[in-house]
């Protein structure tokens, strides 16, 4: 990074942020260049925090297939990470990097950021998998068909990555949330296989499982994510230390990091988290990756008879009903802000729906609310969590109806039928100082029709290494919304970090006219002059209008509008002719355009990057994006109709 960013980033840090960290560098350093001490001596361990009988028998059928063919997958050494196909998982040391051949520490030290990205690529393609999530899917076949070979695979690769990565040696010693998600899988993989002869002999009977296992619970104690980065990554710290803590408690130092643990988790939850359950972050996949920390760490707690605050169990009710209540009738949630496909457990095979396991879940705790969608899918993880977790959710107050606007959030869902869904934005730019995850995109619009991206959030792509990519995807072009001369609403200081903030704030969310939903909002990024949006959701005529007002000194417009992969778009002046396939029927909506601006179709470009959808980490593919360019005067307002038509 450059001297420029550092000063930047020390600018959004407090004054006790500032020593908190001046004092984990003198720690780290002092740590680096000491030898790591050896741990307590750990004699007579057992392990007892096993899954009650029957958990395992109540998994469904089709979830149980779905899993072992992912196993089989792996087994076969052929899995995909971010949009890279692996096939060299059969061996233990697969996690070495793939172009060296050498353990992946290339660009690091202790403390030094990663720096060689054009040799090894994306740091996530080296962290993620050794999150270890891959073998509580091996360990998950193996306690539903006893087949031994699953569990001598996953003692085989723990075995050989306990080896090649002592502590606080190379890159996976670096960030506390790998720390703290792999914590969390050991657990669960120990869990999985106590039916096998040899776990005891993996876990508390290796020395050097119990050096691994002390040394990440000494790290996380020792420097957890503070002020301007106590997002995500501190909930999956305190989430690992806390089931580390609870499920291998066989330490002295156990009872007072799994206390410490519990503590930082019931605060950082509630400071994640707005008061109606939406993530704070205002990034839909971790308001996803939260939850499913939150869900393993209170299953933890009570798989241990450990008292949690009423507030863990609160905010985790609050954030479920939440997400049932913005899923689309897909069971979709927005794609707002940062995603990087990461979970916090990981339990299930390919074609397991997410957030239909999150909601199943969440119904078997703390029980459906008549409201909520229905939940068709099956899953793994659903009744293992369930036979762990006590029931909760008659002690409180939960909505009686669908909430459709969530002020401190400012997320507004308008919905005609059971078909067409729209998401209007006019809440904060993202969490903290930095709001690292948070995108440009105030004001901005998505609307599906059955599930079907019709006016889509572009998504994420990448993170680190393709500077060019990352500025597009959280860029106010690269959003349904409005940029004026050719700059972004907020001004980013980074890939994560953002060094003046928009500020947005909702006039009108009424859904109580039969006929219409309305939904105004207004931004200040471009102060002073005043983007203001309405939206008026016709449910009879099926029609969506978009009212875009610029006040105030004006300047260059640029109105987008990016089309989901699956639509086509045939434009014609101002006027765009909008089909694709939706449940084997042909479907087509009309988008008449603002007719000052002057509109182009963008698809596929690269320099610069325009016309693109990101359907998960690492991967892209060519989508239609509708931009109008002009100029507002003052006191312009350009006015969008979004029809849908039915089936052609």
Partial sequence: MSPGWYLRRLSAMGPQEVAGRVADAVRRRRWRHAVPPAGPLVTGARFTAVLPAGAVAAVPDEAAKRLVAEADRLMDGRAEFFGVVREDLAAPDWWLDPRTGRRATAGYAFDVPYRDEETVGDIKQIWE????????????????????????????????????????????????????IRLLSWVWVRRLLDGWGGAAALFEDD???????????????????????????????????????????????????????????????RA????????????????????????????????????????????????????????????????????DDGHGLVVDGAGTDRWASLLATGGAVFGRLPWWPAVTGTDVRTPLLAALLRPYGTEVRRPAVRPVHFPDAGMTVLRAGQDIWCRCDGGPHGFLSIAAHGHADALSVEVRHDGVDVLADPGTFCYHGQPAWRRYFRSTLGHNTLELDGADQSVSGGPFLWTRHARSRVLVADTSDPAVGRWRAEHDGYRPTVHRRRVELRYAERELRILDEVSGPGGAVRLAFHLGPAVTAELTGNRAVLTWTGDGGRRSAVLDLPGQLSWRAHRGESDPPLGWYSPGFGRKEPATTLVGTGVADGAQAFTTLLGFNGEG
């Fill in 129 to 180: 998998p050794s999150r270890h999530q891959y073998l509580t899917v091996l360990a998950a076949a193996y306690a539903v068909t006893g087949n031994e070979r699953y569990a001598e695979r996953v003692a085989e690769h723990l075995r050989s990555w306990w080896r090649v990565n002592p502590p606080l040696e190379g890159v996976h010693w670096v960030s506390g949330i790998e720390l703290g």
């Fill in 207 to 269: 020395p050097e499982a119990l050096h691994q296992i002390w040394h990440h619970q000494r790290w996380l104690a020792a420097f957890p994510s503070r002020g301007s980065s106590a997002n995500n990554h501190v909930i999956a710290e305190a989430a690992g230390q806390f089931a580390a803590a609870c499920a291998f408690d066989w330490f002295p130092e156990s009872e007072h990091w799994r206390a410490e643990a519990l503590s930082a988790l019931d605060r950082h939850l």
């Fill in 272 to 339: 994640n988290t707005f008061r109606s359950g939406l993530n704070r972050e205002l990034a839909t996949e971790y308001h996803g990756l939260v939850l499913e920390l939150g869900l393993a760490a209170l299953a933890e707690a009570d798989a241990a008879a450990v008292p949690v605050p009423a507030t863990v169990r609160l905010v985790l009710l609050r954030m479920t009903d939440a997400l049932a209540a913005v899923v689309d009738d897909r069971l979709r949630p927005p794609r707002q802000g940062d995603a």
